[in-house]
């Protein structure tokens, strides 16, 4: 270790989830059905019909009636900050609705409550992989101008629940994964080979524009909070030095950089209008939507699992990893057991490269590793002994630390995970991130307790030393 770094005073260290991963209660509290109801195989394979059995979201970890319990982990691991999605299939059951469900709004209301208990600052994800599914089926999903409206009027509500207690808040988790899962992260049902591009960008213009409208939003309703917007990271290497090579990589950052330049600038930059040109897109952009854009994010945050390389030769493109962004394996990185290149380097080249560009504070929301864990008892209790996990965090805080050094403006570090919960691109359990190892199989079986691994005493001592180990 070269570098000895202090995290910044009130670095907001934490643990994030989403609902759809943890909270189960499906149909409880008044829920509408979301399209994660219908996933039982994650990205794997098409929605089916209804919700079915082998689906482990329906219960996920039960978040939904151990929160408490869950909570007060969190607050022994010394925890500042907890990410959270708030399920919009709660709030609105059909998502166009013309009045939120009670019953939904109580329960966020009693977790928030929990929190501040704890003096836990909540980080809230306003759309997490789980569009209504109503909004799906019948509405073409973002493909469909009205959901900026529902998405609107979804804002407002939480902004005017929640606005006076909940200060950071992101619009869409990973927006740009809708050019890849256009049905996970979009609600757009046609299958992705029948997706025009033209109906693609058009989805993904609405999300922009519902996004800045939220932004806009939270600062005439919610004037203390802080919007962010979420982008899914992964640095793409030229895989060779031919200069062709690094023109691909250029051009595969574009397609992710364009939701930050969008988000952080307020228009579109010219290389994606080159684009659109050259293939025939024709948005419809009124008046309105260039003025909505305006509204710009306060900060950029990101999710940072692996990086991926490009190249020109058609002969050189393998199939890609075990992620949804495709791209061309790294000859030098070892990977995960689900194929995720591990690369803790990348992590400091995505904070300089981000707080370069945007000069934006920035926001690590998902970081960790997903592997399988063998419960086994130590002194009588069980635990999970993960020192693969506990290396995998260290090597990656080893890079914030850098990044720090370099000058980079971070808020705060929120682990993926941070409980076990249901894997999104797979829908299993045994794809396990978390702190705390939860008892529940693939096949749905399993007690539901709760049991802290060998990293659960290594994030306490992380938080409570601020990073000094680093
Ligand atoms: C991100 C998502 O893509 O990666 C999370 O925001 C997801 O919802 C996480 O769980 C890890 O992916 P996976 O497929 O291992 O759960």
């Known amino acids: 270790r070269t570098v000895t770094t202090s995290f910044p005073a009130g670095f907001l260290w934490g643990g994030a989830t989403a609902a759809n991963q943890v909270e189960g209660a499906y149909a409880e509290g008044g829920k509408g059905l979301s399209i994660q109801d219908v996933l039982p195989r994650g990205i ?42 708030i399920a919009w299939s709660r709030i609105f059951p059909n998502g166009d609705d013309d009045a939120p469900n009670e019953e939904g709004l109580a329960f966020y209301d009693r977790v928030l409550d929990e929190l501040e208990r704890h003096g836990i600052e909540p980080l809230v994800t306003i759309s997490h992989y789980e569009t209504p599914l109503h909004l799906a089926r019948a509405y073409g999903g973002w493909t469909n101008r009205d959901l900026i ?32 899962e256009p049905f996970l992260s979009g609600g757009i049902p046609t299958p992705k080979d029948q997706l025009s591009e033209q109906d693609l960008y058009q989805a993904i213009h609405h999300e922009l524009v519902a996004s800045a409208r939220a932004t806009r939003l939270a600062r005439e309703l919610a004037p203390g909070a802080q919007v962010g917007c979420m982008i899914l990271a ?15 990589a250029m051009q595969a950052e574009h397609a992710n950089y364009a939701f930050g330049d969008i988000h952080c600038r307020g228009e579109y930059p010219g290389y994606l209008l080159r684009y659109f040109r050259e293939h025939g897109i024709e948005l419809d952009v009124t008046d309105q939507d260039r003025e909505d854009l305006r509204h710009t994010v306060d900060f950029v945050s990101f999710s ?3 990086s991926l390389c490009e190249t020109a030769d058609p002969e050189k493109k393998v199939a890609g990893l075990g992620n949804i962004m495709g791209g061309v394996p790294n000859p030098t990185l070892e990977a995960s057991e689900w194929g995720w290149q591990i690369d803790p380097q990348g992590l400091r080249v995505v904070l300089n490269d981000y707080w ?19 419960l086994v008892e130590v002194d009588g209790t069980p635990t999970v002994v993960d020192d693969y996990r506990i290396a995998y965090l260290d090597d990656h805080l080893v890079q914030v630390g850098e990044a720090l050094a370099d000058g980079v403006d971070l808020l705060g570090y929120t682990t993926w995970g941070c409980i076990d919960l249901v894997s999104a691109s797979t829908a299993q359990m045994s794809k396990r991130y978390g702190f705390i190892y939860v008892d529940r199989n693939d096949d749905g079986t399993g007690s539901l307790e709760r049991y802290r691994k060998k990293s659960f005493h290594w994030y306490r001592q992380v938080i409570a030393t601020n990073g000094a180990m680093f």
């Not at 394979?45 to 039960?62: G, H, M, Q, S, W």
């Not at 804002?155 to 200060?167: D, I, K, N, Q, S």
């Not at 992964?234 to 691909?248: C, G, H, K, Q, S």
């Open 44 to 85: 794997q394979t098409p929605p089916t019909e209804a919700p079915t059995p082998d689906n482990l979201k329906l219960e996920a970890v039960d978040f939904y009636h151990r929160y408490a319990e869950d909570i007060a982990l969190f607050a022994e691991m010394g925890f500042k900050v907890f990410r959270l999605s």
């Open 356 to 374: 370069e560009r945007w000069q934006k504070p920035l926001f690590i929301v998902e970081n960790g590793l997903g592997a399988v864990d063998q």
């Open 234 to 248: 992964m640095p793409t290497y030229p895989l060779t030095p031919d200069p062709a090579d690094v023109v691909a």
């Open 304 to 306: 940072y699992y692996m």
């Open 149 to 180: 409206g529902f998405y609107e009027r979804y804002c407002r509500t939480l902004f005017e629940r929640y606005g006076h207690r909940v200060r950071y808040w992101l619009t869409f988790n990973e927006i740009n994964s809708v050019l890849h």
